[in-house]
């Protein structure tokens, strides 16, 4: 049965603002114009599910990292994608982007922190949205994530998983207000794409 409505893959280096976008963009579904169709969007925080289900294989020292079992992350994430019959509005967030399903994704938005004074703050000193710790990144940990915003590795990938014209879409995260602009530009498009896929 096709969704209802679309699902989005919110990707980016680590300390982009994706739980942040994502948080905003579920608040902005929930006060929509309640004459307008109602798009219930939900945050899928792969990291929490990650910590609550406990689906580490192991740990990285090098990187100071849980590394995660794909495989059952994907099995349980895909229960949770195909119940409610599978109507979607699902905001799945997290760093890795090209493990998930083609056939699950309707929009893939990468998050950016092009200026990387900025982003060593966020890695260093900011608190991360989802638990509020300071994620305190340093050594290679630090390094690899500030070459990989760099280096945008993170929207190359992103362009390889989904090839097709206007799938990924890569939106700016350095200013505070371009959360919000952020969060604005994706639900529009949600609004744009229930009208595209009506009946
Ligand atoms: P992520 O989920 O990508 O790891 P986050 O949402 O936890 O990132 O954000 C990390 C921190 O940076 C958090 O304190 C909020 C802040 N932040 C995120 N995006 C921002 C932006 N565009 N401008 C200013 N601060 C931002």
């Known amino acids: ?59 990285d020292e090098e990187l100071q990292t849980n590394v995660v079992d794909e495989d059952k992350l994907l099995d349980h994430i895909e229960e949770l994608i195909s119940d409610g019959e599978g109507e979607g509005g699902w905001v799945i967030d997290w760093h890795v982007c090209d493990i998930f399903p083609e056939r699950w994704v309707d929009l893939v938005v990468v998050l950016r922190c092009e200026d990387t004074n900025v982003f060593y703050e966020r890695l260093t000193s900011d608190k991360k949205a989802e638990t509020g710790e300071t994620r305190g990144y340093e050594g290679k940990k630090l390094q690899e994530n500030i070459d990989a915003e760099i280096f945008g590795v993170l929207a190359e990938e992103a362009k390889e998983a989904w090839p097709n014209e206007g799938q990924v879409v890569e939106l700016q995260s350095v200013q505070a207000e371009q959360i919000e602009e952020n969060a604005e530009r994706i639900w529009t498009w949600c609004q744009q794409w229930v009208k595209d896929n009506a009946g």
Do not use: C, W
């Not at 603002?17 to 798009?39: F, M, N, R, W």
């Open 1 to 59: 049965m096709p969704r209802r409505f679309p699902n989005i893959v919110l990707t980016g280096t680590p300390g982009v603002g994706k739980t942040t976008t994502a948080q905003q963009l579920v608040e902005l579904s929930k006060s929509a114009d309640p004459s307008s169709s109602h798009i219930p969007l939900k945050h899928l925080s792969i990291n929490k599910i990650a910590k609550e289900q406990n689906f580490y294989d192991s740990y």
